[in-house]
T-cell receptor, first 112, second 115 residues
Framework: QKEVEQNSGPLSVPEGAIASLNCTYSDRVSQSFFWYRQYSGKSPELIMSIYSNGDKEDGRFTAQLNKASQYVSLLIRDSQPSDSATYLCAVDFTGGGNKLTFGTGTQLKVEL | DAGVIQSPRHEVTEMGQEVTLRCKPISGHNSLFWYRQTMMRGLELLIYFNNNVPIDDSGMPEDRFSAKMPNASFSTLKIQPSEPRDSAVYFC?????????????FGQGTRLTVV
């Protein structure tokens, strides 16, 4: 069974620090990887997608992918209290681009 | 665009009753997904449609669950009969499938409570 693993947290970081969120997955041939943010009581919203090895930066967010190690991470620079949420890692194991398996999420708390 | 629209936002029903959840995907999207989210199991894919056709329903927990997509702008998820263990938040999501792109956009969810 294809799996996506995340540490449930909570991960607490001080305001202004870098938050590092990690995710491992079970299938080496996976091609598409996504990070979703979910505020309490709200729906998941896509913040980053990454398809090839290396880093992808978008504003304060950087996604890092290492397919050999089956590892994807999300870095949030200059963390703000508004970044406090649960971050869900999602992987498309099918290669067909249409079926995501989600991790259970990591709760991030950014403290003043 | 108004995004993915789900109704109702909240549903409380008694065990044994039929429950129907509704979803309107983003116009122009060709894929639609139904997810269920619980504290214990996280976000689970129940079923997805591509061009209104069910492609994979392996996540549907049992025969009490059924889903339809009669046209590109509407889908339903039905539970009959409902049980307390069905209590969860049900999300509908849609995407425009282009190659490897699987950027799904979620509706606000329906919080179902079965008592």
């Amino acid at each position: 069974q294809k799996e996506v693993e995340q540490n449930s947290g909570p991960l607490s970081v001080p305001e202004g620090a870098i938050a590092s969120l990690n995710c491992t997955y079970s299938d080496r041939v996976s091609q598409s990887f996504f990070w979703y943010r979910q505020y309490s009581g709200k729906s998941p919203e896509l913040i980053m997608s990454i398809y090839s090895n290396g880093d992808k930066e978008d504003g304060r967010f950087t996604a890092q992918l290492n397919k050999a190690s089956q590892y994807v991470s999300l870095l949030i620079r200059d963390s703000q209290p508004s970044d406090s949420a649960t971050y869900l890692c999602a992987v498309d194991f099918t290669g067909g681009g249409n079926k995501l398996t989600f991790g259970t999420g990591t709760q991030l708390k950014v403290e003043l | 665009d108004a995004g993915v629209i789900q109704s109702p936002r909240h549903e409380v029903t008694e065990m044994g009753q039929e429950v129907t959840l509704r979803c309107k995907p983003i116009s122009g999207h060709n894929s639609l997904f139904w997810y269920r989210q619980t504290m214990m199991r996280g976000l689970e894919l129940l079923i997805y449609f591509n061009n209104n056709v069910p492609i994979d329903d392996s996540g549907m927990p049992e025969d009490r669950f059924s889903a339809k997509m009669p046209n590109a702008s509407f889908s339903t998820l039905k539970i009959q009969p409902s049980e307390p263990r069905d209590s969860a938040v049900y999300f509908c999501a849609s995407s425009l499938q282009t190659g490897m792109n699987t950027e799904a956009f979620f509706g606000q969810g329906t919080r179902l409570t079965v008592v």
